[in-house]
């Protein structure tokens, strides 16, 4: 049967917040990102807010950072095969090859399509009352670009805006039209210098998330023919005013010339709240509608209309960790002439939640960088016969959305040179600085989609900075390669997997049946009103990505 305004708001409201749509990027802030990331040993003003809180120990009297990566992604993508036919409409495109579809964002604070990642700190060593202590208090946010639009100026064929069936759909339009979010991270940090070869540091962040959302999702169970006319369209709009979160860092200095680092930030755990609402495509019955579970009945919270039902949204930006080795080259004058630094990086992508049989998740509170768990307060209302009232008839189901993930790990090799500029004990300094880095991909076999950036990628990055005695101001640019990526075939022997809907053609098995949960290689669209078991298997990102990245640096500290 067809059941009106099919709420698929998993593959929606998570798309996206912070890695929501592109995972962490190396470094934070101009120094650190003109170096590739390879940091978490030398920084020591106050980026090491975000790169490692001990480094802030190096600080003296008040310093005062204020440091800007702006980073514009590329990417498009290509899915393989043609349009289906569409029993219900008589379209110009069917059978004709999808169309490539090129990310064409607009951030609402971006210069261009340029979007802004700050770092600002305030280090103070408290006038030396408690000596080897340092305080800060700053924000920064994570090194990513959460912005899409994918929609190629495709309008929705609504009942009010019937919209013209020959200008065929996006084929990202199940994965992600258009998305826009904001992560921004307070945060207050604390160093030590226990000896003086030893440093240690804390911080604590307390997060603020706001995003938004749109995506078109099956109006229809089980619309394999990937029909417009069965389609409905959502837009979400969630936040959390409260993510907690902390790191704690140390570096250690066995000998002049040698300096390491560590750092081991916690997992930042998102429970977003909102709401969420839908237009159904002509094709969609209207025999029901959604609306407000009754009160006695919400999990997420009470207050949803007709218009806008009430959602909660439960991630997890995973834990990571990073060490790292410099090596300083040190002027007969004891002044530093250059160093290199090589790091080690591992993020926790991987970590996923238990799930029974059916699918559904084993705790309902666990979180996971993989699972997203997604709770709408809606439900069918059979919509009003002869005059009467509309009647709730059956809440939407419980669900989570699959990313496909897996643990990264990281290297980085960055360094710099120091160019004085005059003669005498502390004259002002020329630095150049240079670094590469490789990261390896977080999806898994087929997962690469157009709402997270999962590719493997390579980070080439150059800087400089004009060094006085009390200030310097930095700045540098970099290029982060990711290349062409192809998802093969999501069926069991290898080719690509297309449902028509005619007998024995559904999932991709081969036999004409959906494959387990942990077998499909590949997301599919969601269906709220059946368990994450019984959802219909029909891949929608079997193709190739193409991707890169572009990022300016500008910064400055001062010290007084």
Same mark, same amino acid.
């Given at each position: ?441 977080? $999806? ?6 157009? %709402?997270?950036? &999962? @590719? /493997?990628? *390579?980070?080439?990055?150059? #800087? ?25 075939? $999501? ?6 997997? %297309?449902?028509? &809907? @005619? /007998?024995? *053609?559904?999932?991709?098995? #081969? ?50």
């Amino acid at each position: 049967m067809k059941l009106g305004g099919l709420l698929i708001a998993s593959s929606l409201v998570t798309a996206h917040v912070a890695h929501a749509g592109g995972l962490f990027l190396p470094g934070s802030g101009a120094t650190s990102t003109s170096r590739a990331g390879a940091a978490v040993a030398s920084v020591d003003d106050g980026e090491a807010l975000s790169v490692n809180p001990a480094g802030l120990a190096k600080t003296t009297g008040w310093t005062i950072t204020i440091s800007t990566t702006f980073i514009r992604y590329f990417m498009e993508f290509q899915r393989r095969g043609t349009y289906d036919d569409s029993p219900d409409l008589d379209t110009g495109y069917e059978g004709t090859p999808y169309p490539l579809v090129e990310n064409d964002p607009k951030p609402p604070l971006g210069i261009g399509k340029f979007q802004p990642i700050p770092v600002i700190a305030v280090v103070s060593d408290l006038m030396g009352k408690v000596c080897g202590l340092r305080l800060a208090v700053g924000l920064y946010a994570p090194s990513g670009y959460p912005f899409r639009d994918m929609s190629r100026g495709y309008k929705f064929p609504s009942a009010a805006n019937p919209g013209d069936p020959e200008i065929a759909p996006p084929p990202t339009r199940y994965d992600i039209l258009q998305q826009e979010s904001k992560l921004l991270l307070p945060t207050i940090a604390a160093s030590y210098r226990i000896f003086d070869k030893l440093d240690v540091g804390a911080r604590f962040t307390a997060g603020s998330l706001q995003s938004k959302s749109v995506v078109a999702v099956w109006g229809t169970p089980v619309n394999v023919t990937e029909s417009v006319n069965q389609d409905s369209l959502f837009t979400a709009e969630v936040k959390d005013g409260f993510i907690p979160a902390f790191g704690i860092g140390a570096t250690y200095r066995p000998t002049p010339n040698i300096e390491l680092g560590a750092v081991y930030n916690s997992p930042f755990i998102i429970r977003a709240k909102g709401t969420a609402q839908s237009v159904k495509a002509p094709g969609v019955s209207t025999n029901t509608s959604l609306g407000p579970v009754p009160d006695d009945m919400v999990s997420c919270a009470t207050g949803g209309t007709f218009e806008k039902q009430k959602a909660c949204i439960s991630l997890e930006l995973p834990q990571n960790a990073t060490i790292g080795g410099r090596y300083k080259i040190i002027g007969e004058n004891g002044a530093l002439k250059g160093d290199v630094e090589l790091n080690l990086n591992w993020e926790n992508w991987g970590a996923s939640c238990e799930h029974d049989e059916n699918g559904a998740l084993v705790d309902p509170d666990c979180t996971s960088p993989q699972q997203y768990k997604v709770v709408i307060d809606s439900g069918l209302y059979n919509n009003d016969v002869n005059g009467q009232p509309q009647t709730f008839s059956q809440p939407l189901e419980k669900n989570f959305l699959n990313y496909g993930l897996k643990d990264t790990f990281g290297v980085r090799l960055g360094g710099s040179w120091h160019m004085p500029l005059g003669e005498g004990l502390d004259p002002n300094q020329v630095v150049v600085r240079a670094g590469i880095a490789y990261d390896t991909k977080a $999806a898994r076999t087929g997962w690469l989609r157009a %709402n997270l950036d &999962g @590719a /493997a990628r *390579t980070t080439f990055a150059v #800087g400089g900075a004009y060094k006085a005695k009390k200030w310097q101001i930095n700045a540098g640019g970099g290029f982060v390669y990711e290349g062409t990526n192809t998802n093969p075939g $999501a069926s069991a022997d290898g080719s690509d997997c %297309n449902p028509t &809907g @005619a /007998a024995g *053609t559904f999932g991709c098995a #081969g036999n004409g049946q959906d494959r387990a949960l942990d077998d499909r290689q590949g997301p599919d669209p969601t269906n709220p009103l059946l368990q994450p078991k019984f959802q219909t298997e029909n891949p929608y990102n079997q193709g190739t990505f193409k991707s890169h990245y572009i990022l300016f640096m500008l910064g400055f500290s001062t010290s007084f």
